[in-house]
Structure formats: structure tokens, C-alpha cells
């Protein structure tokens, strides 16, 4: 089979972050400091050569990048300072772009300009038609009940309508990722029954993300910051989206506070907040991982615009429950004219790496089992040389 | 004669003012017509035809760095206008040395020269001066020693001066040499012998040259003998004395691997073969007379005199040789592989003296062995006679070297000396299972490919594929690494690690830099003249560099630049005239001289 090369795929991965690629000599340093780097999945190393080499067929049917959590120790003590950390951080956004059939995330990831245009004119469309909606429906003054300016009702069928349009989207990319990885990127087969046996690694990685724990392994702190607040962030989300899209009417309904609903909500924002706020002071300092020590702009849109829908969103709330209507409702419309560019950014964005990384996971652990049984790995990993 | 001088430069020189030298050039006899024509400028054969033509000029002059790269363009041109090509001549400021203070002077000389069709080279030849005939050779390494045999034996005084008690340097420590597996002490111990029986050769160990004065072929050097406190002449070396001695520390000989007293003699073949005290240590010079003494007292010689003071010697020398070699890099600062928190990490020179025959195990290959200090109530790993070999030895190469943040260049001798450790182990321990993780196999010598081949042949596991972590589990240390060739991340339980650390210049080189006024280049190592054509001489007269010194290299490169800087120093003493030290000539002269050569 003749292999394709892409002699410009270096070039093409500087505008996804990764430049430094060609200083690397192959050394293997990065491969060995890496907890996660093993006989199957071999990385950061061979990532790099495939770059240099413009293999790029082979590295969109594989796993590798996603299984790098970018603790930085590679980029850390890489002798060529070739940054291997930041070119796994920058095929995963190759990734993304790779994976989204639309073309929009690749767009998003080379232009900044485009992707914060993009932003602004949903966000401005948004907030034009619930101001109009509201208007014609309801007056400014009033929150919730009868004459609302944005019932929850709607509320309700309009946030399902954009869940459903980014649900689409989602589930035709992670299609495309299956395709590519597991259809195309093994070469084994592999039965049904394997798939069935590790659909517990799914939720597993999604709630826990112990992988990222185990990146700590030089135990500088005590507790790897990054996955604490990563994690937090990443469960105050998703609390928070199950409840957006499911209990939005007991949520915004007040001014009593319904506690079974509101606890969670108030849990979720109090990891949003922390997350945010941890993530945006790192990438400012620059000082104490690796990971954060270099930014790309999509990474800037991410963390600012979250930080954006939380203090919005904790503003109308409390607006709300203070009595300052006029003010609740439009800090809410300035919060959904976040929400609503910022969702349906989600498969075009880092954000699609909540979908990505998981699965990635769940598939690899498929096919390590795959591959495992095939190879038969001898115990003692005895070299000869002869 | 109508001359054009058009100056143009490839890329930015600082140190010229070409504005000062065009406007020196248009002075000159017979110049029509001076161009400035700027950095990299694009030439037209054409134009500047209509130019030569219209000024009826008939010799044209490129001055500039690197001028010929542009003479094709005007000789050219020359040719179109009807001239003479062979009147496009060339004057180069930097190729015929314009740099440091003396760099305007001497692009003008060129200029000059040029300006009279009289060779640049053939002018500037420095000024006759009496050399003085004796030399002086700082470090008693492989190569101060060559150096120094070469010169003696032409029948010329050597002074050759060394920072510790012993010649040999760090030759002495090895055990074998590679490619050929040669026992080192056998080709240097003659050598270090001669040195010392030598008439001409005046050998000044525990020493340091001070202060350095004076011009090339006459130069004043001031030099600081530390006391040996030991009559070198009466001593017999009967090790009496230190029997006796109370103090020990650790032997800088020994890499710190075994313990030495404080009177001592670095190895028993040593040059001159006396006992010395340290300093450092010495209880008697360290309570400044008031304690012990007693080796005086054991002496059957009588040959110890502990009040014995420093003395200072005023040389006059004609030639001065730099050989002061090298020093590993601190490898502490290089956590991931676990040097001094692991007992058996070693790095190359301690592996090398554990496995000299002559050292601390007798050439035997072992373990560490805990045992307890009763003086410090701690217990601390040694190597002892009686300690288990290693099953199994990793060996890992760049350490520091080729790293960014540590070493950017490459030392050279590690992946040599690595493979030499592997045979050494593998020669000495029976089924010992030995890997090599090295990054890029640099085996350029003669017959070096071929040893490479050799080693690998013999059954070590040699890893393409580097390593970071030395771990420690369940008190059985492991390497992992990854093994590149065969895809796979490998996990190899060790018990002994051994470093190709990478070297650096010694300690004591930037100090000397400034004594000697000899440059040096960002990575700390001496420069040479021109790397290519001059690699012995500096851009100071007379002053030599050979060695390590001036960058890593092996036994064989070293002996032989030692040998070059000999004919150097030698050519200067026949010639009578100190090499390379034309600034002593000044602009004047050179016009004057140039206006003579010219006539004829």
C-alpha cells in the first residue's frame, strides 16, 4: 500500500500551535517521562516523527494525542526544547478540525478573527431576537410568571432546540472519529464483544479523569492542581448543562429558592468559578506547568468566554432573587447571547475534547485488548540484538 | 595607474568604520573614484562598465569582507569597458585579520596594499623579534606531556607547569583505551617518566601560573608553587607516612570513589614520585603547627618539613602552551537519573576508576556496600573488595551533552567510552546483561565504526532510544527507556547505572583566559585562530592551545595537536619571530614597506 505524505502538514500544524517540531532528534526522552506512554501507545516520540515525516493519514486514525493530558513534563526536559507537550496540545486541535465534516473548527483554529467574528455576530443575532421575543411577548419588568419577558417555557424549547443542533453535529464527528480510529486506524478486527467489555472505561475517564491525575508523578504538590480544578470545571458543567436542558423551569422559577435543583446549580457555578478563574490566572502568569506556559488564542476564547457565562449566569440569579428585574432580565440576555455562540461553538472547539477524550480512552482500551492478543507480548521485553 | 575602490559587505561588520577607511582610501596615489556600495548590494556588469569607462579607470579595487565574492561581477565588467581583468583586485578586511582594536588600521593596510598591487601577506610579516627560547606549558595532561617531549627532545628548554601533585592528568585515571582496548597507563606512564628524567624539562607540579606580562617571544610569567611540605628529591615514596596519618578524604585521583590521607601520593606511579600534603586537610597546617605532626616523626628520610612556605618563580619564556584540559559537568543538577541519591549511579570517571586494576576493588568490577561510619554515625555506601558484582548495567549517553539546557554541543568521546565500559563489563562479569541507551551512535574515528560493530556483536543490548528515568523499586533500581528501533518502551531492572556525562572546560579556564588575554567561545572552551587552518595557534602570538582545552576530543586527536603546537613553538624559536602577532606592525610601516615592494 503506497503511503500518502503531506509534505506541508508541518507547516499547516504551526497554525494549530505546534512549532517547534523540527528541532526534535528523536531521542525518546519525552516517550520515557511520560506515565502514559506504553508499547501500544507510544507518545509523544513517534507523534513527532510522523509530523516531521508528514504521515498524516497515519496520525488521523490515531489515539495518541488524545491520551496526553499535557502535564508538560516531556516539554519540561526535552533537550532540543522541541515542545512535544504542545504538539500533542496542537494535534488535538488538528483533531478536532479533522474530525468536524463542516470544516468550520479548522477555519476557527487558523483565524482567530474569524472565530471571535463568528462569535459576536451569533451572540449580537441572539440577543436581537430575545430582545424582540420578549418584547412583543412580555414586559422588561417582569421575571417569571404570568407576562414574563423571557418565560421558561421558552427558555426550555429554545435551549433543547440549539441541544439538539449541537447534539447532531457531535454525534456525526464522534461517528468520524470511530471511523477513522477503529475502522480505519486498526488493522486487527475487532469483535463486538470487546466493545461491550470496556463501555465502563467511558464514564469512567468522563467522571474521573484519574488518568490526569497520574500525571503527577514527580509529586511536586501534593494534589496535581491542573486535574483538581480540571475536573471540578469539567463536572460543574456538565451538572450545569443536564440542568440548563432539563430542570431550566424549577431553575430560573422564583424568587423562593428550590433547593433539590439550586444546590446542584449553586455546587456547579462554585466549580465554574474556581476553574475559570484558576485556568485564566495560570495562562496569564505563565508559571507553573508547562501546559500553561504557551496559549493558543482558541484557548483564550474557551476560558474567557465560560468565564463569561458564569458571572452572567450568577448575576440574573442573584438580580433575581433581589428584586432588580429590569436588571436580572437583561444581565440573562447578555448571559444566553454567551450561551448560545458558546454551544453552538462546542463541536468546533476545544470543548469537543469533553466527547473526544473519553472515547478516546474507551477505544483505546479496545484496542490495546485487540492488539495484546494478536502481538502476545512476551513478558520479559528481551531485545536481540542478532 | 586609475583606481576605483568600490567597497561592498556580504554581511555587517561593526568593528570597521567604512566611512573612515573610504575616506583614508581616497587619498591613496592614483585613486579616481570611491564607492560605498552598502551591504549586499545588487551589482550590474553593465552600469558599472559605463562607470569604469566614463572615469577611464584602470584598476579596480573590492574592498570589503569576503570581497570576491563579487569580483565575478567587475571583472566582468572590467572586461566590457576594455580594461584589464586582472587589475580587479581584491582587499579583505576580516581574512586578513581586521578584528579587535587594531581592525581599522588593518583594513586600511589592506586597502594600501592593494591600492599599490603589492600582496597584503607579503607585507605584513611581523617584525623579526628574539624569541626566547625557552617554553612555557600550562597542564600535565596527555597533552602538555606530548607537547613538552617534542619540544625537549628538539633540544629546548620546557617549563611545564601542573595545578596538582602529579602529572598525567585525566589519562592516568583510565583504564583502557578505546578503540584498540590498550591499557592507558602503558602508553602514558613512559611518557610521564621521561618527562620527569628530562633535562630539559623543568617540571613545577602544585602549581599555577599567576601573571602573565610581557610580548610574544618574550613573555614574563609569574607562577605560585604551592608548598609540598615533601622534599620531592629526598622522598622514596615508602608510604610510611601516611600509614600514620590520622585525617582521610576523599581521592580526587580515585573521582572520590576511595579514601586517601591527607599526606598522600596521587597514584603510585606518579610524576614526580613523592608524597605531598593537602593543604586542605592536614591537621598541622590547618591548626597552623599546634596539632599531630606525626609523620614528621615517622619519616626515616627526613624529608617532611610541614612549615615549608609557598614560593613564587619568575620565568621568562619565549612560548606559552594551553593544555589544561577538561571536567565533567556537574551531573547533580541533572535530577531524572538519580545521581547521588542512588548509591550505584555513577558517572563515567568514578565507573572508570572502579574498573582500573589499579583502583579502590582492584579492577574488579562491584556494587556498592553499605556500612556504618562510626565518626558521622550514618551509614554510607562504599565500594569495598568484597562487594557483589552487578547483574545487570545500564549505560546511558548525553547525559547533559547535546541538551539545551545543560551542554548544547557534543562531547565526543562519550559514545566511545561508553561502548569501552560495556566490553570492560561484560570482559570482567560473566553473564552480566549490560545496555547502552544512546540518542545517535557517534563512532567517527579509525576503526572506531568497526569497535561500535564489535560491542554490539559481544551481546550488549544497545538501545537506539534515550532514557530519563532511574527509578528505584522495591530497592531493585530499573531504567526506562524506549528502544526506538524496535518500537517499545522498555523497563530494564539494573543495579548499576553508569553516565556518559558530559564535559566541560576546568575550572580553572576562565580565570586563565584572563590572565593569558585569550578568548573564548560561548560554550567556556579556548578559541583557536581558525578552526580549520590554525587550530593550535590563538590570536594572541605565541600563546598555544592544545588539547581538550580548546574542545572535546579523543587520545589520538589530542597527542596530535599537541605534537602540531610543538612545531609551532619550535618554528617560532628557528624562525625567530613570534607567530600571528602582526598587530605589533603599524599602518605606517606597512604603507612604507608596501611603497618599497612596489618599486621593484
Not at chain 1, 458564569?310 to 440573562?332: D, K, M, P, S
Not at chain 2, 584589464?84 to 581586521?98: I, K, N, Q, T, Y
Not at chain 2, 552487578?390 to 539546557?405: Q, T
Request: with cysteine; aromatic share 10%.
Amino acid at each position: 500500500m503506497a503511503i500518502r505524505i503531506n509534505l506541508g502538514y508541518i507547516d499547516e500544524l504551526n497554525k494549530y500551535g505546534a512549532e517547534d517540531v523540527q528541532l526534535c532528534y528523536q531521542c525518546g526522552d519525552c516517550s520515557t517521562v511520560c506515565v502514559h506512554s506504553d508499547d501500544i501507545f507510544n507518545f509523544p516520540r513517534k507523534s513527532m516523527r510522523r509530523l516531521q515525516m508528514g504521515l498524516e493519514r497515519k496520525i488521523e486514525t490515531t489515539l495518541e494525542p488524545w491520551l496526553c493530558y499535557y502535564c508538560g513534563q516531556c516539554s519540561d526536559q526535552c533537550p532540543r526544547e522541541a515542545d512535544p507537550g504542545e504538539t500533542m496540545m496542537s494535534l488535538r486541535r488538528w483533531l478536532i478540525a479533522r474530525y468536524d465534516f463542516t470544516g468550520i473548527a479548522s477555519r476557527f483554529f487558523r483565524s482567530s478573527a474569524t472565530e471571535v467574528i463568528a462569535i459576536l455576530a451569533v451572540a449580537l443575532i441572539t440577543g436581537l431576537f430575545l430582545f424582540i421575543y420578549g418584547k412583543a411577548g412580555g414586559s422588561i419588568s417582569i421575571y417569571d410568571g404570568e407576562g414574563a419577558f423571557l418565560p421558561s417555557s421558552f427558555i426550555h424549547f429554545f435551549d433543547l432546540a440549539i441541544g439538539s443542533v449541537l447534539a447532531v453535529f457531535l454525534l456525526i464527528n464522534a461517528y468520524r472519529m470511530w471511523h477513522l480510529t477503529m475502522n480505519k486506524g486498526v488493522s486487527v478486527r475487532i469483535s463486538p464483544w470487546l466493545y461491550l467489555k470496556h463501555i465502563f472505561t467511558f464514564p469512567l475517564h468522563f467522571f474521573t479523569q484519574k488518568r490526569y491525575a497520574q500525571c503527577e508523578s514527580k509529586n511536586r504538590n501534593f494534589i496535581f492542581m491542573p486535574w483538581i480544578t480540571h475536573l471540578g470545571l469539567m463536572l460543574g458543567y456538565v451538572t450545569m448543562l443536564v440542568l440548563v436542558m432539563v430542570f431550566i423551569e424549577e431553575l430560573q422559577h422564583g424568587p423562593e429558592i428550590i433547593w433539590q435543583v439550586h444546590l446542584f446549580a449553586y455546587a456547579a457555578s462554585l466549580g465554574l468559578i474556581i476553574g475559570t478563574i484558576y485556568f485564566i490566572r495560570s495562562r496569564l502568569r505563565k508559571t507553573a506547568y508547562v501546559q500553561f506556559k504557551k496559549s493558543h488564542s482558541t484557548d483564550w476564547v474557551f476560558v474567557i468566554l465560560l468565564f463569561l457565562i458564569v458571572i452572567t449566569g450568577i448575576g440574573q440569579h442573584i438580580l433575581h432573587r433581589t428584586g432588580y428585574y429590569e436588571a436580572a432580565n437583561i444581565t440573562y440576555i447578555l448571559h444566553l447571547m454567551c450561551v448560545v455562540p458558546w454551544l453552538l461553538r462546542m463541536p468546533f472547539s476545544k470543548w469537543a475534547h469533553l466527547l473526544y477524550r473519553p472515547l478516546a480512552m474507551y477505544f483505546a482500551a479496545i484496542q490495546k485488548d485487540a492488539l495484546k492478543k494478536q502481538l502476545r507480548l512476551s513478558e520479559d521485553h528481551m531485545i536481540t540484538v542478532k | 595607474m586609475r583606481t576605483g575602490i568600490f567597497f561592498c559587505q556580504v554581511d555587517e561588520n561593526t568593528l570597521i568604520n567604512t566611512d573612515a577607511v573610504a575616506k583614508y582610501a581616497a587619498n591613496l596615489q592614483g585613486v579616481e573614484l570611491v564607492r560605498i556600495l552598502g551591504l549586499r548590494p545588487r551589482l550590474d556588469a553593465e552600469n558599472l562598465s559605463t562607470l569604469i569607462q566614463s572615469k577611464a579607470l584602470d584598476r579596480i579595487i573590492i574592498a570589503g569582507d569576503m570581497p570576491g565574492y563579487y569580483k565575478p561581477v567587475f571583472t566582468k565588467a572590467m572586461a566590457q569597458a576594455g580594461g584589464d581583468p586582472a587589475e580587479v583586485r581584491l582587499a579583505s578586511f576580516r581574512e586578513h585579520g581586521a578584528q579587535g582594536e587594531q581592525a581599522l588600521d588593518r583594513a586600511k593596510a589592506t586597502v594600501a596594499c592593494a591600492s599599490m598591487a603589492v600582496p597584503f601577506s607579503l607585507v605584513a610579516t611581523p617584525r623579526r623579534n628574539p624569541v626566547h627560547h625557552a617554553t612555557l606549558v600550562i597542564g600535565g595532561g596527555i597533552a602538555g606531556i606530548q607537547a613538552s617531549l617534542e619540544i625537549a627532545n628538539a633540544g629546548k628548554h620546557v617549563y611545564l607547569v601542573e595545578q596538582t601533585g602529579t602529572i598525567g592528568g585525566h589519562m592516568a585515571m583510565f583504564d583502557k583505551t578505546f578503540p584498540t582496548l590498550d591499557c592507558a597507563a602503558c602508553i602514558l606512564t613512559p611518557k610521564m617518566v621521561s618527562v620527569g628524567q628530562h633535562d630539559m624539562i623543568h617540571l613545577l607540579t602544585n602549581s599555577k601560573v599567576t601573571e602573565v606580562s610581557g610580548k610574544p617571544g618574550a613573555y614574563r610569567v609569574k607562577i605560585r608553587q604551592r608548598a609540598r611540605r615533601v622534599d620531592v628529591n629526598a622522598c622514596v615514596a615508602c608510604n610510611l607516612c601516611s600509614e600514620v596519618c590520622p585525617v582521610k578524604v576523599e581521592s580526587a585521583f580515585d573521582s572520590g570513589i576511595s579514601l586517601r590521607k591527607a599526606i598522600y601520593i596521587p597514584f603510585p606511579q606518579a610524576v614526580p614520585n613523592a608524597y605531598l600534603i593537602d593543604e586542605e586537610s592536614c591537621t598541622y597546617v590547618l591548626s597552623e603547627g599546634q596539632k599531630c605532626g606525626v609523620c614528621v616523626k615517622k619519616c626515616p628520610k627526613e624529608c617532611i618539613n610541614l612549615d615549608e612556605p609557598d614560593t613564587d618563580t619568575d620565568l621568562e619564556v619565549g612560548n606559552i602552551i594551553i593544555a589544561t584540559g577538561y571536567e565533567l559537568l556537574d551531573v547533580g543538577k541533572i535530577e531524572q537519573y538519580g545521581y547521588g541519591k542512588y548509591p550505584n549511579v555513577l558517572t563515567s570517571l568514578e565507573f572508570e576508576r572502579l574498573t582500573n586494576a589499579s583502583g579502590t576493588t582492584g579492577g574488579r568490577i562491584v556494587t556498592k556496600t553499605k556500612q556504618f561510619n562510626k565518626k558521622t554515625q550514618k551509614d554510607e555506601w562504599i565500594f569495598s573488595k568484597d562487594g557483589v558484582p552487578p547483574r545487570s548495567v545500564a549505560i546511558i549517553h548525553c547525559v547533559g551533552s547535546r541538551n539545551k539546557k545543560y551542554n548544547a554541543y557534543c562531547s565526543r568521546v562519550c559514545c566511545m567510552y561508553s561502548l569501552k565500559f560495556a566490553h570492560l563489563i561484560r570482559e570482567k562479569i560473566p553473564n552480566v546483561k549490560c545496555y547502552e541507551f544512546y540518542i545517535d551512535m557517534r563512532a567517527f574515528g579509525k576503526g572506531y565504526e568497526e569497535f561500535a560493530e564489535r560491542i554490539r556483536h559481544e551481546g550488549t543490548f544497545v538501545v537506539r532510544g534515550h532514557t530519563t528515568k532511574v527509578e528505584m523499586k522495591h530497592e531493585q533500581m530499573s531504567v526506562r527507556g524506549e528502544d526506538i528501533m524496535n518500537d517499545r518502551i522498555v523497563e530494564f531492572p539494573v543495579d548499576m547505572v553508569v553516565l556518559a556525562v558530559g564535559l566541560v572546560p576546568s575550572a580553572e579556564t576562565e580565570n586563565l583566559s584572563r590572565i593569558l588575554g585569550i578568548s573564548r567561545d560561548p560554550d567556556g572552551w579556548f578559541s583557536e585562530l581558525d578552526y580549520n587552518g590554525n587550530p593550535t595557534d590563538t590570536e594572541r602570538g605565541g600563546i598555544y592551545v592544545a588539547g581538550m582545552c580548546q574542545g572535546p576530543k579523543d587520545i589520538p586527536d589530542t597527542v596530535a595537536q599537541a605534537s602540531a603546537v610543538a612545531a609551532g613553538v619550535l618554528r617560532s624559536i628557528t624562525s625567530g619571530r613570534g607567530i600571528g602577532h602582526m598587530d605589533s606592525v603599524p599602518l605606517s610601516e606597512i604603507e612604507a614597506r608596501a611603497k618599497i615592494l612596489q618599486t621593484i
